[in-house]
């Protein structure tokens, strides 16, 4: 039945061949001019999508009255270039306050003061705007640095934007410019392996060019759709559909060459190759798919964020290859070989029939081999050490955001440019009953965790805070600088005028941020803190009467990460299992392949993730690797690696119908061979590609890291498991294999006729051409 449908499925590509290939442009072009495209729907933050229920959260959540939760802050430092700021300055500032107050989406502009050596002041910018989005992040930023330059600030005065936003704006045009150089690479790269492999001039254009046009249709349509995209899926998405739809082309062009050398026709030879293969590229389309769904039932969102969009490409990349590349295939003919010759009788066997002879002659020695090397890799996992994910990208080198993050270094508090931050919720005002305030600053700054503590108390008494807010009254409501006539000290007054930043307007929430010890936040160093750092905190909202209390910033939201990515592992991993189990099951018809191939799968990916470990953290004395990279290895290994897994069995299954098992597999290995290690090179070397061209950019390390361990696995996959203990486990098995169905076992199943139905007639007016007749 299967054949049947895919039968018919070829023969309508084969018939309807130059209407299937417009409507595909048709759809690209359409989708391109239509929909939004996927770099403008990119989200940049890394921990805004945790579940409600995080710690990191609830004090996020605690520290509202500073900051509506629909606003996000930008920052802007104005510095003198070794000098005091004048009161023309100030003069100036205002109006540059002015001017940023003006510009779309901003709601309020807040003078968080002058620093300590008077040198700087720093503006917080408030927006209701999700600037975890590229676009219009991209957009507010801009309006401010436009208003800045149209300020006309005095000579040798300097306004920048500093802090996540900025950096997250500058960072996604960098980020993009990468995406672009690894589809690039990648295009070449493939294309390249493709003339190697199939040595031909056109085969590899073709094979590659329904990639090419979905990259232009799923890209705009799950913009259009309004899913969530992180910058890891953009990858990804280009990846599976460079890497993954040039594997499936793979599966059907070196059939349609088989085909040809048999003896068939053109038109005939794309009809039975599908009807062949479709099975096979369709259920690894499917298993690829299923293991992406699963990521559904992950609570961090990051990773839920993956399924959907990726799901939607496999989907569209799975129509493109069932007909798009058989039409192309129909309409170039024999032509899409040359120079490689497809005569009947040209066909040769290659070194991996060989070797697969050798395996079935010694099946044992092989699996055992197999299963002591990769079984001593994986003990390299005992060794893994996890690491935070970092929240926001840092500023490129060069930029605007990089420059104004040195001058918020150099004269704010190291800890404002990237804080931990301390949140005490007291019964009664700071300003009214500021001993508990400051008992709370004293144990906090001496907590071992902390390398430096910015506070309400920094640069007044409580005494002088109770003094102060008795005669100015709100702290947000005085002038930048003193009226005159005033007696208050402009040292004091400058000093009143920032304690917005840690005292809330009703004068009950405090913050404290803090620099830690192990600056880093994505470090293992700085995620083992948090434990200890909330306890401690805990311990001093006790002591001082303090009615709610948090820990909020990067590293506590790196560390929820961790928690959250590692129950979702234990939470996707059985259900991912179980789905692609059955549909192994349904398409080789037994109960038994399907355990000892994932069990490979399983193996494969532990080993992988061992020698991840030895590279990525070992070798390079990192602090440890992402803790998100198990999760992600394991999904895509055990989807991906499946693939081929299904490739090589089905044909097995096929052979083994007309012959004794290990001749079968002997046989199968000589045809799958060269189409299994081609597509592994091709797939790992995509991954590969973009871990290089994402490796330099701000934040990059992390997803190079998390791209080349999956091409690691790939490779181990395709050239170790799948050619070596896989077909040695069908050797020891024997007529097991395919347990409780009869079928693939020569003495039960005899030869069959081809049962593909002849095609349709061609209409006469479309005239065939020479290369077909």
């Given at each position: 039945m299967m054949h049947s449908f895919f039968a018919a499925t070829g023969r309508f590509a084969v018939r309807f061949r130059w209407a299937?290939?417009?409507?595909?442009?048709?759809?690209?072009?359409?989708?391109?001019?239509?929909?939004?495209?996927?770099?403008?729907?990119?989200k940049q933050s890394n921990t805004d999508q945790l579940p409600a229920s995080s710690p990191s959260l609830s004090a996020a959540r605690l520290a509202t009255p500073f900051q509506d939760p629909d606003q996000t802050p930008v920052l802007v430092v104005i510095a003198r270039d070794g000098a005091a700021v004048t009161s023309a300055d100030v003069t100036a500032i205002g109006r540059l306050d002015g001017r940023l107050a003006k510009v779309a989406n901003v709601q309020q502009v807040k003078d968080l003061g002058a620093s300590s050596d008077r040198q700087a002041v720093q503006l917080e910018v408030l927006a209701r705007l999700n600037l975890a989005t590229s676009g219009p992040a991209q957009q507010l930023v801009a309006g401010l640095r436009k208003a800045i330059a149209a300020s006309a600030l005095p000579r040798g005065l300097h306004a920048h934007l500093a802090g996540p936003a900025a950096a997250a704006a500058d960072a996604s045009q960098t980020n993009q410019n990468a995406v672009n150089l690894g589809k690039d690479l990648s295009a070449l790269f493939i294309l390249v392996l493709l003339l190697v492999v199939l040595r031909s001039l056109l085969a590899p254009l073709l094979t590659l060019a329904?990639?090419?046009?979905?990259?232009?249709?799923?890209?705009?349509?799950?913009?259009?759709?309004g899913l969530s995209v992180s910058p890891v899926a953009q990858f990804l998405i280009l990846i599976l559909t460079l890497g993954a739809g040039a594997d499936y082309g793979l599966f059907l062009v070196f059939r349609v060459r088989e085909e040809l050398r048999a003896g068939h026709a053109p038109h005939d030879a794309v009809t039975r190759a599908l009807a062949r293969v479709g099975e096979s590229i369709t259920f690894s389309?499917?298993?690829?798919?299923?293991a992406l769904l699963t990521l559904l039932l992950a609570t961090f969102g990051w990773y839920s964020s993956l399924a959907a969009p990726l799901a939607i490409t496999l989907a569209v990349m799975l129509l493109a290859y069932l007909t798009l590349l058989p039409a192309l295939l129909a309409i170039v003919g024999r032509a899409a070989f040359w120079p490689s010759r497809t005569a009947r009788g040209t066909e040769r066997t290659g070194w991996w029939g060989r070797i697969a002879g050798r395996v079935t002659a010694h099946p044992a020695a092989t699996l055992a081999f197999g299963l002591v090397a990769f079984g001593a890799l994986a003990t390299a996992v005992l060794g893994y050490r996890p690491a935070g994910l970092p929240g926001t990208p840092a500023a490129p080198g060069g930029s605007d955001s990089a420059a104004g993050n040195a001058l918020l270094a150099a004269h704010f508090p190291a800890a404002t440019s990237n804080p931990t931050t301390v949140v005490l919720r007291f019964r009664e005002p700071a300003w009214d009953y500021p001993a508990p305030v400051a008992t709370a600053q004293r144990r906090l700054a001496a907590l071992p965790q902390f390398d430096s503590l910015a506070g309400p108390f920094d640069a007044l008494t409580p005494g002088q805070l109770t003094t102060l807010h008795v005669a100015l009254g709100d702290p947000a409501a005085i002038p930048a600088v003193p009226p005159p006539g005033n007696d208050i000290?402009?040292?004091?007054?400058?000093?009143?005028?920032?304690?917005?930043?840690?005292?809330?307007?009703?004068?009950?929430?405090?913050?404290?941020?803090?620099?830690?010890v192990a600056n880093d936040p994505s470090s293992n160093a700085a995620l083992r803190q948090v434990p200890a750092i909330r306890a401690a905190v805990a311990a001093v909202a006790r002591a001082t009467g303090a009615t709610a209390y948090g820990v909020a910033g990067e590293v506590p939201a790196a560390y929820d990460v961790s928690q959250v990515s590692d129950a979702d592992l234990l939470r996707v991993f059985p259900v991912a299992i179980i789905l692609i189990g059955l549909l192994l099951a349904l398409v080789l018809r037994s109960l038994i392949a399907p355990l000892y191939?994932?069990?490979?799968?399983?193996?494969?990916?532990?080993?992988?993730?061992?020698?991840?470990?030895?590279?990525f953290q070992d070798a390079a004395r990192a602090g440890g690797l992402f803790n998100g990279v198990p999760f992600l290895m394991f999904v895509f290994l055990l989807a991906l690696?499946?693939?081929?897994?299904?490739?090589?069995?089905?044909?097995?299954?096929e052979e083994a119908s007309r012959m004794p098992l290990r001749q079968a597999v002997t046989r199968a290995m000589e045809r799958t061979g060269p189409t299994v290690s081609s597509a592994g090179l091709i797939l790992a070397g995509t991954f590969g590609v973009f871990a290089l061209a994402v490796a330099r950019q701000p934040g990059g390390a992390v997803f190079s890291g998390?791209?080349?361990?999956?091409?690691?696995?790939?490779?181990?996959?395709?050239?170790?498991?799948?050619?070596?203990?896989?077909?040695?486990t069908v050797a020891l098995l024997g007529r097991w294999n395919w347990w409780p169905s009869s079928h693939g076992t020569p003495s039960q199943v005899a030869p069959a006729p081809d049962p593909i139905p002849a095609p349709d007639p061609i209409p006469a007016p479309d005239p065939i051409p020479a290369h077909d007749r």
């Open positions: 299937v290939v417009a409507a595909w442009v048709v759809a690209a072009v359409l989708a391109t001019l239509l929909f939004p495209s996927l770099a403008s729907v990119v329904p990639a090419v046009l979905v990259t232009q249709v799923a890209g705009p349509v799950i913009g259009e759709s389309a499917a298993t690829v798919i299923a000290p402009p040292a004091a007054w400058a000093a009143y005028g920032a304690e917005t930043q840690f005292i809330s307007p009703d004068g009950r929430t405090v913050l404290f941020d803090a620099k830690l191939l994932i069990a490979s799968v399983v193996i494969s990916y532990l080993a992988a993730w061992g020698l991840s470990v030895l590279i690696g499946e693939d081929y897994n299904i490739l090589v069995m089905t044909r097995i299954r998390i791209l080349a361990s999956i091409a690691i696995g790939i490779l181990m996959d395709a050239f170790l498991v799948r050619s070596l203990l896989v077909p040695a």
